[in-house]
């Protein structure tokens, strides 16, 4: 388990690009956080990183949202919250094989999914999510042989 503090939205951004070069198709990449924590901005900076062609905004109203990006491999990226089980994850019928797979609320929803690097991110301080920059305390862990090696180096450089 990787823990960190980031202290504001640039750096959440900064740290999506740090595991953008660490992914390749079929990779999965499960979000939690509360409402605000910091899930899609952590995306967009993964997405920027991957070079998608638009920004990633929140795909709430959508469900998944998938981006080309540079490297030939999309990037889906899922909002799990109205789901409420991983049998209707399935039901989306994603191209997960070929894709980099990002889904934001995705706890007790991808536990048949096997491999993936999941992050919590937690907001310490309560008040206003949306108000201004306030430090996010994140936690890094991979699940599976695909990320058993997971190394700390990549991820504790200051932002
Ligand atoms: N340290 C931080 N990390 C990430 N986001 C932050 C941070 N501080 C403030 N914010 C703000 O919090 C909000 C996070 O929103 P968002 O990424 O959409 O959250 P979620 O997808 O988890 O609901 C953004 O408005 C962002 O600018
Ligand atoms: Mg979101």
Redesign the pocket.
């Known amino acids: 388990m990787i823990e960190l503090v980031?202290?504001?939205?640039e750096?959440?951004e900064a740290l999506g690009a740090r595991l953008a070069p660490l992914l390749r198709a079929g990779d999965l990449v499960q979000?939690d956080?509360?409402?605000?924590?910091?899930?899609?901005?952590?995306t967009?900076g993964l997405g920027a990183a991957l070079g998608t062609r638009e920004a990633i905004t929140?795909p709430t109203f959508v469900l998944a949202r998938e981006h080309p990006t540079t490297s030939g491999t999309p990037l889906v990226h899922v909002d799990a919250y109205r789901l409420a089980t991983a049998v209707e994850l399935e039901d989306l019928d994603l191209d997960w094989e070929h894709s980099i797979v990002v889904v934001?609320w995705g706890a007790g929803k991808l536990d048949d999914a096997g491999d993936r690097i999941e992050l919590m991110?937690e907001r310490p301080h309560g008040g206003d999510?949306?108000a201004?920059?306030?430090?996010?305390h994140v936690r890094i862990a991979g699940v599976g042989d695909r990320w058993k090696d997971l190394d700390a180096t990549p991820w504790t450089a200051a932002f």
Do not use: V, Y
């Open positions: 980031i202290p504001d939205a750096a959440m979000l956080g509360e409402l605000g924590a910091g899930k899609t901005t952590f967009r929140s934001e991110i999510p949306l201004e920059d306030s430090p996010r």
